[in-house]
């Protein structure tokens, strides 16, 4: 059971890894604002999720646990209305040249 | 190779490298991005070393909201930024102000590498005597008891501040509201955002107000976060920062201030000494002064990133 959950933890972890890496290749590779974004935004919700999802069968206490969750909550929120914000002021500017 | 250690290199590299970005970059918006980056990192560090106070500190008030004071300041001065661009310094000047500040890093450097070790500490001071405050944690204990004058003295400095910031108001605005009217859509993600985030917030700071006495918080924490619920709900349109004139508004941001002078006055006949707490009271006194400067810094420091009035209070 123990081995099962470390597996666990090992591939979700591992994957939340990939989406970070993924998501700051985007952001260092894509063209525009827009698509940087979008690269960025896979890392918040993806990566974190993925990260406190495999750390869960870890945590002391089921309240440790809730703390993690809440934090990813907290953080999809964040980045949600922050990429939101920068993505309507980014339109408004108008395509670059 | 230790693991630990190799993170802890990387994060050294990385604070260092945001250090020299934020100093070198010519755009001042991104210095200040690059600021609330370095405080972020800072924060990482504090807690690398145990010390999660002062982590969360750095994280709130360095990194937060600092950084949101200077990227203001330099929207604000985008329209002479050409100007003072052209206002630049020649050579000579620019390498005496490097060379004073190199010297000055390396001044502190030398002293902080010449220290005893191990270091001087009053550590086993603090914890043979923590058991009279009632409370857990040893910073809250050093900060509200064993050296109560110097937080005193922290808390009528933020007023201060506050008060230069408020003297540069011009005469026509005088009495009235701090900042711009912000205007957004009430049906916008900013608007939604301020509808659902401050509960949490609150909630949020009331905890780590209480929790503060035994475990890593406390009052500048929590008031940061209720600084920064209350500016999200003004930027969002949702209320507006008051008239600086108000009584009410001025009685808040004296009252951290003025309990803790009292609670101090008071312990001259009850306790024998000026900021001593009667045994046994200890503990609900703290948590008093904790509670009323929580709500003082709360104010000073939304009041501090709002800046000077800047239009007429129509009431």
Redesign the interface.
């Known amino acids: 059971m123990s081995q099962l959950l470390d597996l666990w933890t090992v591939l979700a972890v591992g994957a939340g890894v990939f989406f970070f890496f993924a998501g700051t290749v985007g952001l260092l590779r894509f063209p525009d604002t827009l698509t940087r974004l979008h690269a960025l935004t896979k890392a918040d919700n993806l990566g974190l999720g993925l990260v406190v999802l495999g750390l869960l069968p870890r945590v002391g206490s089921p309240l440790a646990g809730l703390k993690l969750i809440c934090v990813w909550l ?1 953080v999809l ?2 980045s ?2 922050a990429s ?2 920068i993505a309507r002021v980014a339109r408004r500017a108008g395509p670059p040249a | 190779m230790n693991l630990a250690l190799l993170f802890d290199g990387m994060l050294v590299v990385l604070i260092l490298a945001v250090a020299v970005w934020t100093v070198t970059v010519r755009d001042s918006f991104a210095a200040g991005i690059g600021y609330a980056v370095y405080g972020l990192l800072l924060a990482l560090a504090w807690v690398r070393l145990a010390a999660v106070d002062a982590a969360l500190t750095e994280a709130a008030i360095g990194g937060g909201l600092t950084s949101v004071l200077m990227i203001r300041a330099t929207v604000r001065l985008r329209a002479g930024e050409a100007a003072a661009r052209a206002a630049t310094p020649g050579p000579l000047p620019r390498l005496l102000a490097a060379l004073l500040g190199g010297s000055v890093a390396a001044g502190l450097a030398l002293v902080v590498l010449a220290l005893p070790d191990p270091a001087p500490t009053l550590a086993p001071q603090v914890a043979e005597h923590i058991a009279t405050t009632g409370l857990g944690n040893a910073v809250t204990a050093v900060l509200l008891s064993f050296r109560a004058i110097d937080t005193l003295l922290e808390a009528v400095v933020l007023i201060y501040a506050l008060i230069a910031v408020w003297t540069l108001t011009p005469d026509r605005f005088w009495g009235g509201r701090p900042g711009p009217k912000y205007e957004t859509d009430p049906n916008g993600m900013l608007a939604y955002l301020a509808r659902l985030l401050p509960p949490i917030g609150i909630v949020v700071a009331v905890y780590v107000l209480w929790v503060g006495a035994d475990l890593p918080g406390g009052k500048f924490q929590a008031g940061t976060l209720l600084a920064a619920m209350w500016l999200l709900a003004i930027m969002a349109g949702l209320t507006e920062a008051p008239p600086i004139s108000r009584r009410w508004l001025r009685g808040v941001l004296v009252a951290g201030t003025v309990v803790f002078l009292a609670i101090g006055f008071a312990g001259v006949p009850l306790a024998g000494a000026f900021l001593a707490y009667p045994e046994g009271f200890a503990k609900p006194l703290i948590v008093a002064i904790e509670a009323a400067s929580m709500l003082s810094i709360a104010f000073t420091l939304a009041l501090l990133v709002l800046g000077p009035p800047e239009r007429r209070d129509q009431a």
């Open positions: 907290l929120l964040a949600a209305t939101q914000l």
